[in-house]
């Protein structure tokens, strides 16, 4: 079976993740050594809070290189939430902070209109834009769990896996290759996010 690695670095749930994982029948291991990234098969990032201080521990970890070439190589990966966000050019969650650059693009607040709450946090629906793996069994009006100020706007727009209102939309997951990606949680998405759990596990 192919080895599952969660990168640690200091900002996430890891363990409901892992325990995610799991529940639909793959262990995946939790570390923050960056010679275990280089050695897996398939790598999830995960993340809460802030961009910057999120960017700042991959780089002073050594963990931000081996990720890139990870995705570089061609190897599975999984971003979540904050995890998406990193993969892209710029943020600007308090200032302007460089990501991984990976995709081109930046990280936007939602912006300020009445009566709509940020942190956009609840359910909410998808909108299918892509077909790929672990998005197989997910269809059109699926509700996923939120919890977010900014989300990235991706300028290549062929990149948007998924959609979502609030109140206009936005990407609330991206593809690209072998790289997935959500804004939302699939951890704690229930139904809808286990299986897409279990079909990046499943990617091959």
């Known amino acids: 079976m192919q080895q599952i690695l969660i990168v640690d670095y200091g900002m996430a749930n890891l363990r409901s993740v892992q325990k995610a994982f799991e529940k639909v029948g793959f262990a995946a291991e939790i570390s923050a050594d960056p010679n275990r990234i280089a050695e897996c098969d398939k790598l999830v990032l995960p993340g809460v809070g802030a961009f910057r201080d999120a960017i700042a521990r ?18 599975k990966f999984l ?18 902070h460089r990501g991984l650059d990976l995709f081109p693009g930046e990280v936007v607040c939602f912006p300020d ?11 909410n629906q998808l909108r299918k834009r892509q077909h790929v793996p672990p998005l197989a069994e997910t269809h059109d009006g699926d509700a ?4 977010h100020s900014y989300y990235p706007v991706p300028r290549d727009a062929s990149l948007v896996a998924t959609e979502t209102d609030y109140p206009t939309p ?4 991206i593809a690209h290759e ?5 804004q939302f949680h699939p951890e704690k998405s229930q139904r809808v996010g286990l299986a897409m759990l279990r079909h990046f596990a499943a990617w091959s």
């Open 58 to 75: 991959l780089n002073e970890s050594g963990l931000a290189a081996p990720i890139r070439e990870h995705i570089h190589k061609g190897k």
């Open 79 to 96: 971003g979540i939430c904050l995890g998406m966000q990193l993969l892209f050019t710029t943020s600007h969650e308090d200032g302007e």
């Open 113 to 123: 209109v009445p009566g709509l709450k940020v942190p956009h946090m609840g359910w």
């Open 144 to 147: 996923v769990y939120f919890v």
């Open 170 to 173: 936005f990407a609330s997951a």
């Open 178 to 182: 072998n790289v997935f990606a959500t």
